[in-house]
């Protein structure tokens, strides 16, 4: 996608602090930080959302988990969230599929 944020950042084209990177998922901290730890792991390969991710690369969509995970446990933390907001009523902003892992401080339910 040529005019995808997410697509710039795993192509090098857009600076971003990447935490991790697997074959199939890069890690970068969000610019927003919204926790002491706040990483979104995104496919390399662009999708608009997890749904479609899923559908389309099941292989991936379960690496992204295993990323979060690794991401989680580098940083010191047993306990983390892992959300995929999808669709603009649901907090989506970049419509690249992402997964945020926030973690490093209480998390109250529901979110809000
Ligand atoms: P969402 O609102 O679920 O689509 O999440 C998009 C996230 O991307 C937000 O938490 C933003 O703070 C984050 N974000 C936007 N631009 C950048 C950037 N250049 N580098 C890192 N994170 C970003």
Known sequence: MDDCLFCKIVAGEIPADIVHATERTVAFRDINAQAPTHVLVVPRDHYADAAELATADPAASAELVLTAAAVATAEGHD????????????????FHAHLHVLAGRDLTWPPG
């Open 79 to 94: 306990d983390y969230r892992l959300v995929f907001n999808t669709g603009a009523g649901a907090g989506q902003s970049v």
